[in-house]
Nanobody, 124 residues
Framework: QVQLVESGGGLVQAGGSLRLSCAAS????????MGWFRQAPGKEREFVSA????????YYADSVKGRFTISRDNAKNTMYLQMNSLKPEDTAVYYC?????????????????WGQGTQVTVSS
């Protein structure tokens, strides 16, 4: 079993920055992908970004490309999401997720483990 714990959410003004963290513990796999998703009230959960843990390959949703940066710290088993130039439409609960295997997918159903989520609110 894998446990994922997000932190770093909060309230920020438009144009500001936040950094989310996701600490992973429990069972590890030889290669896997970790990703960030978000869900705003009344909307479906959507893909934000993902990283292949071994190779470091990354992928971003168009809506966050150039503003968000995903990274990892192998020693700490922690993934980060640096969010800059935040907009009110970035307001959502942000979830981290993990899937076994090396390929990055954007569909939430492809991910096996999920954190509890952290709220990000961007005021205008």
């Amino acid at each position: 079993q894998v446990q994922l714990v997000e932190s770093g959410g909060g309230l920020v003004q438009a144009g500001g920055s936040l950094r989310l963290s996701c600490a992973a513990s429990g069972r590890t796999f030889s290669n896997y992908v970790m990703g960030w998703f978000r869900q705003a009230p009344g909307k479906e959960r959507e893909f934000v970004s993902a990283i292949n843990w071994r190779g470091g390959n990354t992928y971003y949703a168009d809506s966050v490309k150039g503003r968000f940066t995903i990274s990892r710290d192998n020693a700490k088993n922690t993934m980060y999401l640096q969010m800059n130039s935040l907009k009110p439409e970035d307001t959502a609960v942000y979830y981290c997720a993990q899937r076994r295997g090396p390929n990055i997918y954007t569909a939430s159903r492809e991910y096996d483990y999920w954190g509890q989520g952290t709220q990000v609110t961007v005021s205008s």
